[in-house]
């Protein structure tokens, strides 16, 4: 079967056989997925809405799959796969229950399932088909919970009965939004730290990101099945299937992507509008909190790499993995690769390598000379770290915080701003700690160190020399071409358009660019 899809990438990041291949987009993400380990249990359900689990493949490379699917108050159903072996997570799209037959699609790697319920509505037999490779059974099973377990679990007081004297809602946005431009457009990205502080249950209704010095329409608004999509329970597996539900004391994250059609329309600052249902209270309640500035102007810097067809794997969107890598480290919960990008190299084909794919050397990204991105000072370096094989589970040495980026350089690039170089091949390294480097100036080689799947460079700005410590933050590229596409980081179909050269902006997850060689 041919090869699917397949980055790779820093922390942490898994390249995964979704077929042959899945998605690689575990980045760090993975460790915050292991240390919410668990899997929250249904009751059964008349219809669709619960937790299914199935098995894709057999032997060796047989996959575990859980799909969790929720239904809102106006009858649709969101919902996301989880493939618990590769540590990955994906949203569902389309789906549907008509009558006993069940449809959904996983669009980020292009794939399609459909079956059938019995007549119990606790398994649904069907075919999983993937970007055109023949159909594969799959079956599901509903999960149900221990009926002893429901017991035990306390029970939270319904009230109230009389309309609340305020919103004991803690928000708190970690780092403020700064403007950046991509596709011709203009971002705003952030997220809030929601901590109920109530004895009731708090149910998320609607978000809002609204302009903070007028009553103008909302920048973003999410709600429903939108809503659960874009919010996150920390120490909640991923299928969590109540993500905008917060019971008393527990925090959720919402992830914010704003997008306005000119630079003019940027306000000056934000504020964020939240609408919740309190317990059992019948009428909804409303909380507008403060202002917050918004930055403008994101880092200006040239390209890591040079030449033609890299893939933006993992690359800026509210749905990649690097975006949604919520990481403690020494006591703080940061987001380092909130913009970050895995670039790997593409063939005119749309595979990544030629002939033997578990050695690093036919890879078209090995080997290639990283650049400084603007003059700068070094920071940290790390040398010494052997190379995998490719491959998912391939590591050469155990994953931990000191090897997950594998040989690394950090430059710092002044005003704040910090850029991180990750996976490079052992002994390459150009500059050491303390060096002055001018843009321009090759740092080292990509490779396949650390938590890697196969040789690329993840590249990432942040405002610390820290490579999970820190928070991402945006940056502008001087000039690059868009060549294509690809879905779902399928390099197997290379959807292709009329060159389009892009200043300033930043490339987003799955384009394929030219960068030039002389920036």
Known sequence: MKTISKVRHFVPTRRTPFITTFLA???????????????AAQSPNTDLAGTWKGELGEGAGKLHLVITITKSADGAFSGELESVDQGATLPMDSITLKTDQVRFEVKAVGGLYEGKLNPAR?????????????????????VTANAAEEKAVPSVPEGPKEKPLSVFLDVLVPIAPTAFKADGKWHLVYELHLNNMDRWNYQLTKVEAIPGDSSARPLVAYTGAVLDAVTRRPGQPPSDKEKSKLPPGTMGVVYLWATLDTEEAIPSTIRQRLTVKIGTYPEEQTVVTAPITIGKGAVAISAPLRGEHWLAGNGPSNTSGHRRALIPIDGHAAIAQRFAIDWVKLRDDGKTYQGDEKDNKNYLAYGNEAYA????VVTETKDGIPENVPGLDSRAVPITLETVGGNHVILDIGGGHFAFYAH???GSLRVKLGDKVRRGQVIGLVGNSGNSTEPHLHFHISNGNSPLGSEGLPYSLTSFEVVGHVEGL????IKKGPVEVHKNEIPTENEVVNFSDNP
Do not use: H, K
């Open 373 to 376: 991105v603007a003059d700068g």
């Open 490 to 493: 399928n390099a197997a179909e």
């Open 122 to 142: 606790t398994e649904i037999a069907g075919t999983w088909t993937q970007s055109g490779a023949p159909a594969q059974p799959l079956n599901f099973a509903r």
């Open 25 to 39: 987009v575990c980045t760090l993400l993975c460790l915050a997925t292991l240390l919410a380990a668990g899997l």
């Open 424 to 426: 490079l091949q052992p």
